[in-house]
């Protein structure tokens, strides 16, 4: 059996302490605590202790370490179960030392993967142009289970979504382009996908914008763009109908209706076919 005979304060952490024991061969360091260790078990000098208390203590020691180092984390922002216990690993703490962490937290409310989604989703709803399926995503990616993902995913309501979308689509499609309507809304609908934002909701939003955003006479300059480069393209190599047909075919893939098409080929193409 061996008595603590000495504890000090370790000079770069004052919250800190070194246990010195005396085991009949002199003095000598044993290990050191944290002060709520220290406390916890009332430990003081000429205390007896076996080895069994002092791995004991060593072992509460570690723990308390890795808990501390959760509790800073989690100062910054809430965290999933998973962030933690990844975080965790890459600290080299032991899984069962990873358990007893998060069955703390979990028991003081630090850890709570149902509050985790719905915080989540609430800022990201408020913060970012992410849509709900994109945050169902990254929520299965944080270790949230489907069933609690799909739960916190149905506070972005669909008139949310809705105004998210809205402006999503006017930023794209305010300035003059270049391109046909249609290939725009293609493009845009291929963003709003990305972003995960419902079928319905894109579908429903994109036929609003059509009706509103739609200018003819931009899209007359864009065909008359897209057409002359085409003919530029085509004039040495065709002429004719065969002229005709492969600036035909190059608007229509670029998503200009035929009405426009034929009018630019009327106008440009046949005095030089």
């Known amino acids: 059996m061996a008595k603590i005979s000495k504890i000090t304060t370790q000079k770069k952490r004052k919250n800190r302490f070194n246990i010195f024991i005396e ?52 100062s910054y922002r809430i965290r999933s179960e998973k962030e933690l216990t990844d975080y965790l690993r890459k600290k080299e ?52 289970t489907a069933a609690i993902a799909e739960e916190a995913i149905a506070v972005y ?54 009706a509103t955003y739609r200018d003819q006479d931009a899209e007359k300059e864009a065909v008359m763009h897209q057409g002359l480069k085409l003919l530029g393209k085509y004039q040495h190599k065709a002429e004719g109908y065969e002229l005709k047909q492969k600036i035909k075919a190059g608007l229509y893939r670029k998503g200009f209706e035929m009405d426009k098409i034929e009018a630019f080929i009327d106008e440009h193409v046949e005095s030089k076919a």
């Open 93 to 144: 703490a032991e899984e069962e030392q990873i358990q007893q962490v998060l069955n703390k937290l979990k028991q003081e409310g630090y850890v709570d993967d149902r509050e985790f989604a719905y915080t989540f989703v609430r800022s990201r709803m408020n913060t970012s142009s992410k849509g709900p399926l994109l945050l169902k995503k990254e929520l299965l990616e944080k270790g949230i």
């Open 23 to 74: 085991e009949g061969k002199g003095e000598s360091y044993a290990f050191s605590v944290d002060e709520d260790i220290l406390v916890k078990y009332a430990l003081r000098k000429g205390m007896e202790v076996d080895q069994a208390t002092m791995e004991s203590l060593k072992a509460q020691d570690e723990i308390h370490k890795f808990y501390g180092m959760a509790v800073n984390l989690l």
């Open 157 to 210: 309501s669909p008139e949310t979504q809705r105004e998210k979308v809205l402006k999503l689509i006017e930023k794209k499609l305010s300035s003059r382009s270049k391109k046909s309507f249609q290939q725009q809304i293609q493009s845009v609908q291929a963003t709003l996908v990305q972003k995960g934002f419902s079928t319905d909701v894109i579908r429903d939003s994109l036929q609003e914008a059509s």
